[in-house]
């Protein structure tokens, strides 16, 4: 991991881990993961709120002010209204994406779950999906979410990644493999 997104990560899990602790103690954890779906949403969906989070043409007050009335206008929760508050204050919003990771990982932590990336050649049927999720569950020994993408360029198959395993059955991987493997013999 390269310093600066290593420092990144760092900010934004001692952020994490303070929201989550007030969070956990006033028992509105559930609020919390509400307010990182759009949260998320808003850093997928709009230009312009990635762009406030990582200009630094704003001054502080003026992504506070922004942050402020985006905070109103999503019904955030008083605990993350206050922290993008202080964040922008702190000239930290740069860190958001990375905060939004880390609190979700802490709340599954404390869940006993674990998410699971899946890229598929194509989208999983619901049966498959559960199918996918009780096979992971039992060897993982936890709850698992699954997050899926499809990518097309896998031909078939799916490619997991469960915390820093990884497993891929993606034919895409096995022609490469054994085109690896036919350079090696001639």
């Known amino acids: 991991m390269s310093e600066p997104a290593s420092i990144s990560t760092g900010i934004a899990e001692r952020y994490a881990t303070a929201v989550y602790e007030l969070a956990n103690d006033a028992k509105k954890v559930k609020d919390i993961e509400g307010d990182l779906v759009v949260l998320h949403d808003a850093m997928s969906d709009s230009a312009d709120f990635r762009d406030l989070i990582h200009s630094p043409i704003y001054s502080r007050d003026q992504q506070k002010a922004a942050i402020g009335a985006l905070s109103k206008k999503m019904k955030l929760s008083e605990i993350m209204s206050n922290t993008l508050s ?101």
């Not at 990982?105 to 674990?114: C, D, F, L, Q, R």
């Not at 020994?141 to 490619?159: A, F, H, N, P, R």
């Not at 997991?160 to 054994?178: A, E, Q």
């Open 86 to 186: 202080l964040m922008a204050q702190k000239r930290r919003l740069f860190v958001l994406p990375q905060l939004v990771q880390s609190l979700r990982e802490i709340i599954a932590e404390a869940k006993g779950e674990v998410t699971a990336d899946v890229t598929s050649a194509k989208a999983l049927t619901k049966a498959q999906a559960d199918k996918l999720a009780k096979s992971l569950k039992a060897s993982t020994g936890k709850t698992v979410t699954l997050q899926q993408t499809v990518d097309e360029s896998l031909i078939g198959g799916l490619v997991v990644k469960v915390g820093s395993k990884m497993i891929d059955t993606s034919i895409r991987s096995k022609l490469n493999s054994l085109q690896n493997a036919m350079k090696e013999v001639g």
